[in-house]
């Protein structure tokens, strides 16, 4: 550690009593063991199995920054349900990465919209903030600083309750949220992400991206920040 870093730290403490965002350490806003898991290393993160919706008429391939679980887990909860807002930019800054990764290999530079998946409005309000459309506004700022022509179009809403998706298999996540979701149209001829925090069995995101179709518009991938590690095989490469 810097002697300025470590006198900004300190100073820190003693003036406003600062402790890591993530796990709540005295001195630093951000530990360095929290920092170093806020660290995307972008996969192709598929489901087993693999939801239909993502393959077929198209394949829409899920990218995931990391693996959903130890610490990335604890902040990403503390983050979406305490509102530790300090997260914000560097889970952003994740999700930006894997955005950037997924166009790379997918669909080439051109403008970008970030289709952030909906909260329930009982979620947000208990909650106190939106956390999916918060990341997905830092993560397109982020984007547009390293050139790429990005925003954010909330085109997805919730077209009717849904059950907890906690403890749901995944074929019956998939009927939970069948039709759960609703789509305005405008996508004003970008490339359309449909981004989230975590993708489990991605039985939201293929609802969302069948949300998107029905109202005619073609989504070409989905970016998550984590990836719930036990359902694909894949899943040891994150290591
Ligand atoms: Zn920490």
């Not at 005295?26 to 660290?39: E, P, V």
């Not at 749901?168 to 989230?196: K, Y």
């Amino acid at each position: 550690m810097s002697q300025v870093s470590t006198w900004r730290d300190a100073a820190g403490d003693l003036l406003l009593g600062s402790c890591c965002a993530g796990c709540g350490v005295k001195g630093r806003r951000l530990c360095r063991a929290c920092a170093d898991t806020l660290r995307a290393d972008p996969r192709l993160a598929w489901p087993e199995p693999a939801p239909t919706a993502l393959r077929v008429p198209v394949i829409v391939p899920p990218y995931a920054g990391a693996r959903y679980d130890g610490r990335l887990q604890h902040l990403i909860i503390a983050y979406k349900e305490e509102a530790r807002h300090g997260l914000a930019r560097p889970l952003a800054r994740m999700l930006a990465d894997v955005v950037a990764s997924a166009l790379q290999t997918v669909v080439g530079p051109g403008p970008v919209a970030l289709v952030p998946m909906p909260s329930a409005p009982g979620a947000v309000r208990r909650r106190g903030h939106d956390s999916v459309l918060r990341l997905a506004r830092i993560s397109a700022g982020q984007l547009r600083r390293r050139g790429t022509d990005a925003t954010v179009r909330p085109l997805l809403c919730q077209a009717r309750q849904v059950a907890d998706q906690v403890g749901l298999s995944a074929s019956d996540r998939v009927q939970n949220l069948q039709g759960a979701l609703r789509a305005r149209t405008g996508g004003g001829g970008r490339v359309l992400v449909v981004v989230d925090d975590v993708i489990t069995t991605g039985a939201s995101a293929a609802e969302a991206v069948s949300a998107l179709r029905r109202a005619g518009l073609s989504p070409a991938v989905v970016a998550t920040v984590a990836a719930t590690p036990r359902r694909w095989p894949g899943a040891g490469s994150f290591g």
